[in-house]
Structure formats: C-alpha cells, structure tokens
C-alpha cells in the first residue's frame, strides 16, 4: 500500500450524515483489514452510490493519532494529535455553545448541572457546586494532572509505585513489608494513588491486589513530550545512565 497522503474535505455538506467511530482491535490480522478498507474506500463508494446516482454518495475516512501510528510508516501529519478524552471533573470552556441566546442558556444549565469547574471565556474559572457557581479560582482549576501530580509528589508513595513496578499485583500486607510502614499509613498512601488511577486494585478473596496503572503517566508524557523525537529522548537517557556509571 502507497504512503498515506492526508487531504482536506472539499465534499459539500449534504442534508444528511451518518457518523461512524470504530475501535481498531490490537492485532496484525486488525491492522490488516483496516489497510484493506483503506484501499478499497473508493470502489466500495462507488458500489453503493450507483444505486443512487443523485444522492452523490461520499464517504470521509479519518484515522486517529494511535491508529495511524500503528498502520503506517509515516509520521503523523502535523495537525494530527492524540484524543484527550473530557471528564465530568475536568473544567469545560463556555461560551458560543448555540446558534440562538435559548441554545446558548440551554448549553449553560448543561454544563452547570454536569461539571465541577467552568472556564469563562471572559472571567476567572469558577468552581460548580449543585449546578450553581458557589466561588471563583484566581489561577489554577484542579483536574486529572495536578492529582497525578500531587500523588507523585510525595517520595513514600513513589517508593510504593517502585515496589509494584518490580512485582506487580502485591497485596497490602506484602508492601507493608517491603515499605516498613503500619498498614494504616500505608492504606493511605495507596488511596492516594488509587485516587490519582496510578494504581488499580482487583479482589481475591479477602485480600486485595494492587497494580501498577501507567496509564496518567503516559498520557503526561504525549502532552508535553510526544511531540519530540523518542529515539533522540532514549539516546540522551542512555548517555546519561552511562556517564552516571561512569563516575561511580
């Protein structure tokens, strides 16, 4: 198959679209049938669209940052980047959400009675409480990140990330061990992490399994260092390591 050629959309709105988001599964044989329908997109258009000449039936094929890592060779076109999923804790941007001032209040209540941080276009972020504004931040809207973040912060709980990283799946009573801390100390350092999803816990029996989750660790490193080349970023950890050998 030819290197992929981005291309903008010069089709003409038409009075009726259907949307369709498919999930690529993990797998050659997946990658293989994705390539296949790239191929043969435009013969397939053609099949179905004769059936209705003036309808001028047209399909707009878009592969998304992950997947095109996957089935192409090529680097990613320039204004492609990774999907950043929005959650309710997550500060919404408001205004311009309608064509109309009902559409636009309609948009408001919504967002009032499913976020719990606002991001004004023309005022401070406001912290939503019972979908109503109950205060103002001055600089910084707490999210994912900062709770990441503050989870890291503290060297005890990076330790307990260490210990899972070496043995994944441990229970409380073997990180107590390892750790030499009371379990309930322990418990909520682990809370910590749970909380900020760096670490996932599975029940077996009355015990309960702690895994490591890389997840938030690998999303903040495709925000600020995805953009750069990994290969360059290894090469310089590497000489690093060996320089810090090199001096022991």
């Given amino acids: 198959m030819p290197s992929p050629i ?6 003409p709105a038409s009075k009726a679209a259907v949307f369709l988001v498919v999930t690529v599964n993990a797998g050659v044989e997946s990658d293989g ?11 397939l258009v053609r099949s179905v669209g004769f059936r209705d000449s003036e309808g001028r039936l047209s399909c707009i094929l878009g592969i998304g940052s992950d997947a095109w ?5 090529t680097p990613r076109p320039k204004d492609l980047h990774p999907f950043h999923e929005i959650h ?3 500060p919404r941007t408001t205004g311009n959400h309608g064509t109309s001032k009902r559409a636009e209040k309609a948009a408001i209540k919504k967002l009032l009675s499913s976020s719990r941080y606002l991001l004004p276009v023309h ?6 409480e019972g979908g109503a504004v109950v205060g103002r931040l001055h600089d910084q809207v707490p999210g994912p990140v900062d709770t990441v973040f503050r989870a890291l912060a503290d060297p005890t709980r990076r330790y307990l990330l260490d210990q899972l990283h070496g043995q994944n799946g441990q229970t409380l009573g073997e990180l107590c061990e390892r750790v030499a801390m009371t379990r309930q100390s322990a418990t909520q350092h682990l809370d910590v992490l749970e909380d900020a999803n760096l670490i996932s816990t599975v029940r077996r029996g009355r015990e309960k399994l702690h895994y490591l989750n890389p997840v938030p660790i690998h999303e903040i490193g495709e925000r600020w ?3 750069f080349e990994r ?6 950890s590497d000489m690093k390591k060996a320089l810090e050998a090199g001096d022991e």
Avoid: H, N, Y
């Fill in 231 to 236: 290969s360059r970023l290894q090469a310089l």
């Fill in 6 to 11: 981005p291309q903008p959309v010069a089709t």
């Fill in 33 to 43: 049938a994705v390539l296949g329908l790239c191929s043969d997109l435009g013969a």
């Fill in 88 to 90: 309710d804790w997550e």
């Fill in 69 to 73: 890592d996957r089935l192409f060779a």
């Fill in 123 to 128: 005022d401070r972020p406001a912290k939503i």
């Fill in 225 to 227: 260092i995805g953009k």
